[in-house]
């Protein structure tokens, strides 16, 4: 059973940075692939960005395209999102998301990952 601890939420001014974090724990970190997902009220759970971390390559939406990154800490079991020129239509509760089996083609959806953290808000106020 994969444990997923989130960290890093808050309020921040539109253009501010922050960073989240997702610690991983329950398995071998190296197997799985993990993704960021946000979800606001009325909306579908949106994906944001993942990391294969056997392969290392990274995927992210257009809409974070070139503001946001997502890493990797091996040795900590955790991943990062770090989240540049952030903007109101940034604000949603982000969720951490795992799985240990996932297909290239199938990372970008929210119903193919297995686990799931309790999630962070970020407000991003203008």
């Known amino acids: 059973q994969v444990q997923l601890a989130e960290s890093g939420g808050g309020l921040v001014m539109a253009g501010g940075s922050l960073r989240l974090a997702c610690a991983a724990s329950?398995?071998?970190?190296?197997?799985?692939?993990m993704g960021w997902f946000r979800h606001t009220p009325g909306k579908e759970r949106e994906f944001v960005a993942a990391?294969?971390?056997?392969?290392?390559?990274?995927h992210y939406a257009d809409s974070v395209k070139g503001r946001f990154t997502i890493s990797k800490d091996t040795a900590k079991s955790t991943v990062y999102l770090q989240m540049n020129g952030l903007r109101p239509d940034d604000t949603a509760v982000y969720y951490c998301?795992?799985?240990?089996?996932?297909?290239?083609?199938?990372?970008?959806?929210?119903?193919?990952?297995?686990?799931w953290g309790q999630g962070t808000q970020v407000t991003v106020s203008s």
């Open positions: 990391i294969r971390l056997n392969y290392g390559s990274t």
């Open positions: 998301a795992a799985d240990a089996t996932m297909i290239l083609s199938s990372i970008r959806t929210a119903s193919q990952y297995d686990y």
């Open positions: 329950g398995t071998t970190f190296r197997r799985l692939t």
